[in-house]
């Protein structure tokens, strides 16, 4: 859409403005469009999917340590299976597992109680040996590690095709979906939100959904609000088709390293590292460094990898961080009807479809499936410090 059709599509109002047009902004908004709520308008800075939700291939999965993100997992993977019914889209949802490799003792303990914990609640995950797991994944050096939690029932999908998916079903139940449209200020009168301002003009409502991702922490600031979320790069290399064909494996993850590596569409691997020497910002031109201490990695745990080149090209992207890796959704206190969804450090396409539901039902003054009060941003305000406020163990 050109800047000038923003501009001539731009309403005078709205009753509730989407700040973000990722999977967890469509989401939201299809949740909301569904529900009836009218005047839904979703304003996208770039295009929908152009932020975190642009890579290629991401993560479902329920094998978490928190209950909190363990039920999220588990109900969006429900709405991942029903997606072609319910908006109605294929976003090539491959249920293959995910297998977290295990190199020290302590590691097996918290991964063994997670397992335990996430069986309680309905999740099958269990711990597994070198050799079972060198069988679910050939790739696998069973001399590399010495244990593996493995949860079948996780996997990945398409992300580009869930937010269009999303937004395509928002606007048939009469969602506005507004692209190349930022949100340049955030008017409030005391305690009331007045109006969202665009390069194109001023949209009155007295209700904004922040689900602005890595950019976040700045559509606060134009409220008057805080939310703690930091950009960071993370990056991935495609090996392009590979001969022979790779088998059909899990979403496999080096938990030491952070190295990890699955199938893609095209016949050949995704591969992946979380560079610990990434320093934040908002930079997302892909580069090779990172893989250095992939190949290091690799070596160790799936030597066939080490060699190899991203000749499919790569993709770079940011993650939204925040300082306990864990996600902030609720409502702000001290403002009316400013709520958000962001912060998800990694795995906010894998809870999108439980969070779309959430905001709706916070919206709507509905009490959700789940209590997410333990996510509001206000939590890093009593921690001992920001890393402690909520810990979770299984991040990548």
């Known amino acids: 859409m050109a800047h000038g059709t923003a501009h001539k599509a731009l309403p005078s109002a709205a009753g509730v403005v989407i700040i973000g047009g990722g999977v967890i902004g469509a989401g939201i908004a299809f949740h909301l469009a569904e529900a009836g709520v009218r005047d839904v308008l979703v304003l996208e800075r770039d295009t929908p999917a152009s932020g975190s939700s642009g890579k290629p291939i991401g993560g479902v999965r329920a094998q978490f340590s928190d209950p909190l993100n363990i039920r999220l997992g588990q109900h969006s993977l429900r709405a991942w299976r029903e997606f072609g019914r319910r908006p109605?889209?294929?976003v090539g949802l491959e249920q293959v597992g995910y297998l977290f490799l295990l190199n020290r003792d302590e590691d097996?303990?918290?991964f063994g109680e997670a397992s335990a914990l996430q069986r309680e609640l309905g999740v099958d995950s269990r711990l597994v040996g070198p050799q079972e797991a060198q069988a679910l994944c050939p790739y696998v050096d069973p001399s590399g590690f010495v244990a593996a939690a493995h949860s079948p029932?996780?996997?990945?999908?398409?992300?580009?095709?869930?937010?269009l998916g999303y937004l395509r079903a928002a606007r048939a139940l009469g969602a506005t979906v507004l692209p190349h449209c930022a949100v340049t200020g955030i008017d409030r009168d005391g305690d009331v939100l007045r109006a969202v301002r665009t390069p194109y003009g001023t949209v009155r409502t007295t209700t904004v959904i922040c689900a602005a991702g890595a950019w976040s922490a700045g559509i606060a600031e134009m409220a008057g609000l805080r939310l703690p979320v930091t950009p960071l790069r993370r990056q991935i290399a495609l090996t392009g088709p590979l001969a022979p064909r790779p088998p059909r494996i899990p979403f496999t993850l080096d938990f030491d390293s952070t190295l990890y590596f699955h199938n893609d569409n095209a016949g050949g691997l995704v591969l992946g590292l979380s560079?610990?020497?990434?320093?934040?910002?908002f930079g997302r031109e892909f580069s090779e460094e990172w893989?250095?201490?992939f190949r290091e990695a690799a070596a160790r745990v799936a030597p066939a990898l080490a060699g190899m080149e991203p000749a499919g090209g790569g993709w770079a992207g940011l993650y939204e961080m925040?300082?306990?890796r864990n996600a902030l959704i609720g409502e702000a206190s001290g403002v009316s009807r400013f709520l958000y969804a962001t912060g998800f450090s990694g795995h906010g396409f894998l809870q999108a479809p439980a969070v779309g539901e959430i905001v709706r039902d916070l919206y709507l003054g509905r009490e959700p499936f789940l209590d997410v009060g333990?996510?509001?941003?206000t939590r890093f305000e009593a921690a001992p410090s920001p890393t402690a406020a909520r810990p979770e163990a299984h991040i990548i």
């Open 374 to 377: 333990p996510l509001a941003a």
């Open 291 to 293: 893989l250095e201490p």
């Open 275 to 281: 560079d610990a020497r990434q320093e934040p910002g």
């Open 88 to 90: 109605g889209a294929d």
């Open 153 to 163: 029932g996780d996997g990945y999908a398409l992300p580009e095709a869930a937010v």
């Open 322 to 324: 925040t300082p306990d």
């Open 108 to 110: 097996v303990a918290a």
